[in-house]
């Protein structure tokens, strides 16, 4: 089995899936730009093609519609490489809409077309306005997109195009089972529909949690230490979480915050934490690639919390024991966190309400060792690289014996 994947660039957790489609007898080849696409966030990490054990093409990008990136040249790389299956997630699958030469390409390659959906932004065909309404989205500096009559007319246009798209697509692959909920509304079936889940790579992550259980921990005990880890963008709300751990410590005078990461909001946040007088209790780690340095900051912490968007950063937290605090994230959470079992969820952007749960896990410490070991057994039995390949690779099956 032939797959050909089209990104902007490949972060380190795709390359850890691909890697593994590989060692599972999949043929991966992969289209991505000369340089980091702009389609993909500040200061995400993208790796280079010298840790692959899969081929990478790379094909110079073209602005396309609504302003997007595509490549032209792929209709002659599926000429070439006559993939089995096809798969392209947003803006690149315009392209499909856009240029018949594509199409053609595939039809005659029998090439099989998957979509790859990031779905917690999608809405539901036909509710637009509803959606909106209830979910406004921003950007990562916090500002509202969902205004104006522009706003609202390419969004229309967008929700036809992938209508279009989804119409003659032979299945879609998504990281949340929200996928199944919204993706079945554009005219494709719900069998169709494969929901994979997301991991980063768990081997490594279990390997140096084994490892690093035979050291001593990075930083002296502190059963009130929580940690949080990403870019340091607004819309990781980091500056809620700020608020929340001030009013944690007029209960909690020793607690600790770990915040790794690096961004445009690192001084704001220094800043904010002088202001709230917690500055001594909040430790900035910068930004950190290593992960055994990031597994020992796991070790020394006791909760994990995830104020804003996010999502793979609970796969990790989980892989080291911790239970989870969030909120509304990339829909991956639903898949990750159990109220009450291995976490908690709070009403989004309320500090009190994210303190409270904070401070009723410092509170109990037999809850927290539960609710990490629940974390752990998530991990372990149904959300990890292995099973992820698996679900992709039973999903490609499924769709070329169609």
Known sequence: MKVLYVFGGIPPYANALLNKLADKGVEVVVVVPPKKSTMIGKGVRVIGREVANYRVITSEERKSLLGK??????????????????????????????????????????????????????????????????NPVYDEDMNLLNKGLFFHIRQKLVAEIRKYCYSHADGAVVYSSVGKEILPTYNLSEKSVFVTYNSNNSEEL????????????????????MIHIGRLVKWKRVDLLMDAFSKVLSHFPGAELVIVGDGPEMENLKKQARDLKIGSRVIFTGEIYDNLLIG????????????????????????????????????????????????????????????????????????????????????????????????????????LSN
């Open 69 to 134: 990136t595509g490549f032209r040249e792929l209709p002659s790389i599926i000429y070439r490489e006559k993939p089995d299956i096809f798969v392209v997630g947003w803006p690149f699958f315009l392209q499909y809409f856009t240029q018949p030469e594509l199409r053609k390409a595939l039809k005659e390659t029998k090439s099989k077309f998957v979509m790859r959906e990031i779905p917690f932004q999608v809405p539901p065909y036909g509710k637009l306005s509803s959606f909106y309404k209830e």
């Open 206 to 225: 279990l390997r140096i949690r084994q490892e690093l259980s035979k050291e001593q921990p990075l930083l002296p005990q502190n059963d009130h230490r």
């Open 296 to 399: 020992r900051y796991f070790l020394a912490s006791s909760v994990y919390v995830l104020a804003g968007m996010g999502g793979l950063s609970i796969n990790d937290a989980m892989t080291f024991s911790l239970p989870v605090i969030c909120s509304v994230c990339d829909g991956t959470e639903r898949d990750l966190v159990y109220e009450g079992s291995n976490g908690f969820f709070f009403r989004e952007n309320d500090a009190v309400d994210l303190s409270e749960k904070i401070i009723a896990l410092f509170n109990d410490p037999g809850l927290r060792k539960k609710m990490g070991e629940h974390s752990f057994e998530i991990i372990k039995n149904k959300v990890n690289l292995d099973t992820v390949s698996d679900r992709y690779v039973n999903a490609y099956k499924t769709i």
